[in-house]
Each structure stands twice: as structure tokens, then as C-alpha cells.
């Protein structure tokens, strides 16, 4: 992720299994299930579970976007 006029953006493609779900594994050992609630990041999961190499990011930078504002949270990144 990275901090952008919007909040933040999400710059690298995060694994996506089935159902809109990916895993964090953190260095303590803990894991996390993460299942996508917003719409927008459900089409861009489901372009990548289906093998498209150029998903639509179309609304992933949305600071309305409770995935974002999740990862925003969640997801390591230089502070």
C-alpha cells in the first residue's frame, strides 16, 4: 500500500482464493482471513482468482472503500 492524495492505494496484487478471500500472514506467527466486503474489491478479487494479469483497480484508492480502510490498518507498510 501506499499513501495517496485519496488516502491510500493499493500498489501490489494481493493473493485471492475462492469466495473473495486472502490470507495475511504476519512475522509473530498470527494469521488473518480477510473476506472482501466492498464491491469494487470483490470485481478486482474476482479478475484476479480468474487470471487476469491487469485487473480493474477502478475504486481500490476510494477512502469510502472499507477494504482499503481495512488494509490501511492492517497491512504492513513503511509508516
Known amino acids: 500500500m501506499m499513501r495517496s492524495r485519496s488516502g491510500f492505494t493499493l500498489i501490489e496484487l494481493l493473493a485471492v482464493f ?7 500472514g504476519y512475522a509473530d506467527g498470527h494469521s488473518v482471513k480477510k473476506t472482501w466486503d466492498d464491491p469494487r474489491t470483490q470485481r478486482w478479487s474476482n ?9 480493474d483497480m477502478t475504486g481500490l484508492s476510494d477512502p469510502d472503500n472499507v477494504d ?4 490501511a490498518t492492517h497491512y504492513p507498510r513503511k509508516r
Open 18 to 24: 475462492h469466495n473473495n478471500v486472502t490470507m495475511f
Open 47 to 55: 479478475e484476479i482468482r480468474d487470471g487476469s494479469r491487469y485487473p
Open 68 to 71: 482499503i480502510r481495512w488494509l
